[in-house]
């Protein structure tokens, strides 16, 4: 079957975070692959994933990197697909640095940035199924019924005093 999302990351160190997205995936049905492509370790490579993305048939790419994060500027440089960026939180200043790398593309080349680590990664997952659904319709009623199973959580646990 034809794979829509493309999941990359800069590192095998990513994954923690990155496989969140890929259980939001998993969960929806919707079709991906996972890759490790380095904007400054695998740079031929990471071109190559990036032009060849439409004619593969992809439809999103989700791109997570850490520190100098430049993969999901970089992928969103030679593609017109939407780009989902994750900020990678890091050691040494928490994700900031990888926020701010992410985020502050110039206009022209957009990026799709979500918030630091696993939140940012989940929610790259459902936007990623929130643009497919725009034209799958049964994929736009199973994210439906996901808000609805949240809204009933928190409807059955509205006591924060409750075990
Ligand atoms: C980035 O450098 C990766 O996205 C990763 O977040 C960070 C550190 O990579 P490793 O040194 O752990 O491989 O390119």
């Known amino acids: 079957m ?9 590192s095998q160190s990513d994954w923690p975070t990155m496989e969140n997205a890929c259980k939001v995936l998993d969960e929806l049905e919707v079709r991906y692959e996972q890759r490790i492509v380095s904007a400054h ?6 071109f190559r994933y990036a032009e060849q993305a439409t004619e593969r ?29 994750v900020p990678i ?9 990888s926020l701010l790398s992410i985020v502050q593309m110039p206009g022209g080349v957009p990026v ?23 034209s799958d319709a049964n994929l736009r ?6 808000r609805e199973a949240i809204l ?3 409807l059955e646990k509205d006591d924060p005093a409750d075990d």
Not at 115 to 133: D, E, F, H, R, T
């Open 2 to 10: 034809q794979v829509q999302v493309g999941v990359i990351m800069g």
């Open 89 to 97: 939180q890091t050691s040494a200043l928490g994700g900031l640095d």
């Open 141 to 146: 009623t199973r994210l439906e019924a996901r």
């Open 41 to 46: 370790r695998t740079p031929d490579q990471m």
């Open 57 to 85: 048939g992809l439809q999103v790419i989700i791109a997570g990197a850490g520190g100098a994060a430049h993969l999901p500027g970089m992928v969103a440089s030679k593609t017109v697909l939407p780009v989902i960026g």
């Open 152 to 154: 009933q959580s928190v």
């Open 112 to 134: 799709a940035t979500v918030a630091i680590g696993k939140a940012g990664a989940v929610n790259a997952g459902l936007l990623a199924a929130q643009i497919l659904a725009l």
